[in-house]
Protein backbone atom coordinates (compact mmCIF):
# COMPACT_ATOMS: atom_id res chain seq x y z
CA UNK A 1 0.00 0.00 0.00
CA UNK A 2 3.09 2.39 0.90
CA UNK A 3 4.65 1.31 -2.29
CA UNK A 4 1.88 2.10 -4.40
CA UNK A 5 0.86 5.95 -2.40
CA UNK A 6 4.83 6.80 -2.64
CA UNK A 7 4.33 5.92 -7.06
CA UNK A 8 1.50 7.67 -6.94
CA UNK A 9 2.60 10.87 -5.58
CA UNK A 10 6.26 10.48 -7.46
CA UNK A 11 3.76 9.99 -10.79
CA UNK A 12 1.95 13.49 -10.07
CA UNK A 13 5.22 15.50 -9.16
CA UNK A 14 6.82 13.83 -12.42
CA UNK A 15 4.21 14.88 -14.31
CA UNK A 16 3.57 18.04 -12.81
CA UNK A 17 4.59 20.18 -15.69
CA UNK A 18 1.57 18.50 -17.77
CA UNK A 19 -1.28 19.09 -15.01
CA UNK A 20 -1.30 16.17 -13.04
CA UNK A 21 -1.46 18.54 -10.10
CA UNK A 22 -4.59 20.26 -10.08
CA UNK A 23 -3.84 22.08 -6.80
CA UNK A 24 -1.27 25.06 -8.56
CA UNK A 25 -4.36 26.93 -8.91
CA UNK A 26 -5.91 28.72 -11.88
CA UNK A 27 -4.53 28.49 -14.96
CA UNK A 28 -2.93 31.48 -16.54
CA UNK A 29 -5.26 31.15 -19.41
CA UNK A 30 -8.08 31.29 -17.00
CA UNK A 31 -7.01 34.47 -14.78
CA UNK A 32 -6.22 36.18 -18.33
CA UNK A 33 -9.70 34.92 -20.23
CA UNK A 34 -11.21 36.50 -16.56
CA UNK A 35 -9.26 40.06 -16.69
CA UNK A 36 -11.95 42.25 -17.54
CA UNK A 37 -9.37 45.31 -17.96
CA UNK A 38 -7.96 43.04 -20.76
CA UNK A 39 -9.22 43.44 -24.16
CA UNK A 40 -12.60 41.23 -25.59
CA UNK A 41 -9.97 39.31 -28.20
CA UNK A 42 -7.00 38.90 -25.80
CA UNK A 43 -8.99 36.90 -23.12
CA UNK A 44 -11.36 34.97 -26.02
CA UNK A 45 -7.92 34.29 -27.28
CA UNK A 46 -6.91 32.63 -23.98
CA UNK A 47 -10.21 30.92 -23.36
CA UNK A 48 -9.40 29.09 -26.16
CA UNK A 49 -6.67 27.47 -24.34
CA UNK A 50 -7.79 26.53 -21.14
CA UNK A 51 -7.60 22.94 -21.15
CA UNK A 52 -10.82 22.40 -18.25
CA UNK A 53 -13.83 22.48 -20.14
CA UNK A 54 -15.93 24.05 -17.45
CA UNK A 55 -13.71 26.59 -16.82
CA UNK A 56 -13.58 27.16 -20.47
CA UNK A 57 -17.55 27.71 -20.59
CA UNK A 58 -17.14 30.12 -17.27
CA UNK A 59 -14.78 32.15 -19.56
CA UNK A 60 -16.55 32.55 -22.45
CA UNK A 61 -19.96 33.27 -20.65
CA UNK A 62 -17.85 35.84 -18.55
CA UNK A 63 -15.97 37.56 -21.78
CA UNK A 64 -19.57 37.27 -23.69
CA UNK A 65 -20.74 39.86 -21.16
CA UNK A 66 -17.44 41.27 -21.47
CA UNK A 67 -17.97 42.11 -25.15
CA UNK A 68 -21.44 43.70 -25.25
CA UNK A 69 -19.83 46.29 -23.22
CA UNK A 70 -17.48 46.93 -25.49
CA UNK A 71 -19.29 45.88 -28.34
CA UNK A 72 -17.52 43.62 -30.11
CA UNK A 73 -20.13 41.75 -31.87
CA UNK A 74 -18.24 39.15 -33.66
CA UNK A 75 -16.28 38.34 -29.94
CA UNK A 76 -19.64 37.88 -28.35
CA UNK A 77 -21.23 35.27 -30.99
CA UNK A 78 -18.21 33.71 -31.05
CA UNK A 79 -18.13 33.62 -26.96
CA UNK A 80 -21.25 32.11 -26.79
CA UNK A 81 -20.84 29.44 -29.61
CA UNK A 82 -17.84 28.05 -28.40
CA UNK A 83 -19.78 27.46 -24.66
CA UNK A 84 -20.73 23.40 -24.84
CA UNK A 85 -23.49 23.65 -21.94
CA UNK A 86 -26.46 23.74 -23.41
CA UNK A 87 -27.83 25.33 -20.00
CA UNK A 88 -24.98 27.62 -19.73
CA UNK A 89 -24.96 28.92 -23.99
CA UNK A 90 -28.71 29.71 -23.41
CA UNK A 91 -28.64 31.53 -20.22
CA UNK A 92 -25.41 33.23 -21.42
CA UNK A 93 -27.58 34.29 -24.66
CA UNK A 94 -30.52 35.71 -22.82
CA UNK A 95 -28.32 37.49 -20.29
CA UNK A 96 -26.38 39.05 -23.00
CA UNK A 97 -29.46 39.67 -25.08
CA UNK A 98 -31.30 41.84 -22.00
CA UNK A 99 -27.65 43.65 -21.80
CA UNK A 100 -27.96 44.72 -25.60
CA UNK A 101 -31.80 46.17 -25.41
CA UNK A 102 -31.28 47.86 -22.23
CA UNK A 103 -27.94 49.30 -24.61
CA UNK A 104 -30.29 50.31 -26.95
CA UNK A 105 -29.33 47.71 -29.36
CA UNK A 106 -32.62 46.03 -30.36
CA UNK A 107 -32.00 44.41 -33.83
CA UNK A 108 -28.72 42.50 -31.68
CA UNK A 109 -30.43 41.72 -28.89
CA UNK A 110 -33.90 40.29 -31.12
CA UNK A 111 -30.88 38.17 -33.20
CA UNK A 112 -29.26 37.01 -30.35
CA UNK A 113 -32.74 36.13 -28.84
CA UNK A 114 -34.19 34.18 -31.70
CA UNK A 115 -30.90 32.07 -31.51
CA UNK A 116 -31.17 30.57 -28.07
CA UNK A 117 -32.05 26.51 -28.66
CA UNK A 118 -34.95 26.48 -25.75
CA UNK A 119 -38.14 27.37 -25.87
CA UNK A 120 -39.08 28.69 -22.64
CA UNK A 121 -35.38 30.99 -22.54
CA UNK A 122 -36.35 32.22 -25.90
CA UNK A 123 -39.38 33.28 -25.00
CA UNK A 124 -38.56 34.98 -22.10
CA UNK A 125 -35.69 36.84 -23.76
CA UNK A 126 -38.05 38.22 -26.39
CA UNK A 127 -40.28 39.57 -23.74
CA UNK A 128 -37.40 41.11 -21.83
CA UNK A 129 -35.90 42.44 -24.88
CA UNK A 130 -39.77 43.96 -25.85
CA UNK A 131 -40.29 45.82 -22.30
CA UNK A 132 -36.34 47.06 -22.04
CA UNK A 133 -35.82 48.36 -25.42
CA UNK A 134 -35.50 52.21 -25.26
CA UNK A 135 -38.41 53.89 -27.03
CA UNK A 136 -40.61 51.11 -26.72
CA UNK A 137 -42.16 52.48 -23.40
CA UNK A 138 -41.98 56.27 -24.56
CA UNK A 139 -43.68 55.01 -27.64
CA UNK A 140 -47.01 53.34 -25.83
CA UNK A 141 -46.98 56.04 -23.61
CA UNK A 142 -48.01 58.61 -26.16
CA UNK A 143 -50.12 56.71 -28.26
CA UNK A 144 -53.22 57.68 -25.78
CA UNK A 145 -52.75 61.47 -26.85
Known sequence: MRTTARYILLSCALLAPSGCVSNRGPSAELLVA???RADCETRFRSAEKISSASDRD???SQIAFGA???RNDEVLRNSIDRIADPALKDDTAYRCAA???KAGRGLEAATLANAIV????RARALLTINQTTPGKKDESS???E
Not at 118 to 121: A, E, Q
Open 142 to 144: HSG
Open 118 to 121: SSDV
Open 99 to 101: ALS
Open 58 to 60: LAY
Open 34 to 36: LDS
Open 68 to 70: VDC
